[in-house]
T-cell receptor, first 109, second 117 residues
């Protein structure tokens, strides 16, 4: 079956760095997405990785290793507004999006 | 960037009535749109895949006669919750992907919070 694993919850301090991991086992691979979802709101697109390596976009970076079925989202200089759930999703061989359950990130002052 | 508009943002209805939710892609064409439901503190659950010009594909356990989906054009899909009951109260979110890009990201509407009394 298809499976995506990410931690349920993480806590970090304002100004610090946090890494949210995601491992996946899917039928084929056409890319991995990270989304941010604030409570009561719809998800918003953060990043897309299809090749191995690190993609940097401001304070957020996303890394992919296809051979390991592994990705992480790195958030730097954490701000209180970064408190949200972060969703990892993989596009399988049929271009269907397989979702992880999300990681709730709590930022403390 | 790609914009998906969803309407209404919230709706309160009485048990037994029907509610229609619209999802529009404003600046791109979407041959496929997706409807999700999310209960509090739970992850997104895909309900159905809406295909322009053809019948929607429903996920297991989702009643197609209760959740009617129409995708009449490349920019509009609608979800109608028929004979709504309190257990249908949830956050419904639509999303769309650009028709010309197979691996493009999903863009989400802002969601519709449905409360059935």
């Amino acid at each position: 079956g298809q499976n995506i694993d990410q931690p349920t919850e993480m806590t970090a301090t304002e100004g610090a760095i946090v890494q949210i991991n995601c491992t996946y086992q899917t039928s084929g691979f056409n890319g991995l997405f990270w989304y941010q979802q604030h409570a009561g709101e719809a998800p918003t697109f953060l990043s897309y990785n299809v090749l191995d390596g690190l993609e940097e976009k401001g304070r957020f970076s996303s890394f992919l290793s296809r051979s390991k079925g592994y990705s992480y989202l790195l958030l730097k200089e954490l701000q209180m507004k970064d408190s949200a759930s972060y969703l990892c999703a993989v596009l399988d061989s049929n271009y269907q999006l397989i979702w992880g359950a999300g990681t709730k990130l709590i930022i403390k002052p | 960037g790609a914009v998906v508009s969803q309407h209404p943002s919230w709706v309160i209805c009485k048990s037994g009535t029907s509610v229609k939710i619209e999802c529009r892609s404003l600046d791109f064409q979407a041959t496929t749109m997706f409807w999700y439901r999310q209960f509090p503190k739970q992850s997104l659950m895909l309900m159905a895949t809406s295909n322009e010009g053809s019948k929607a594909t429903y996920e297991q356990g989702v009643e197609k006669d209760k959740f009617l989906i129409n995708h009449a054009s490349l920019t509009l899909s609608t979800l109608t919750v028929t004979s709504a009951h309190p257990e249908d109260s949830s956050f419904y979110i639509c999303s769309a992907r650009r028709a010309d890009r197979g691996a493009s990201p999903l863009h989400f509407g802002n969601g519709t919070r449905l409360t059935v009394t």
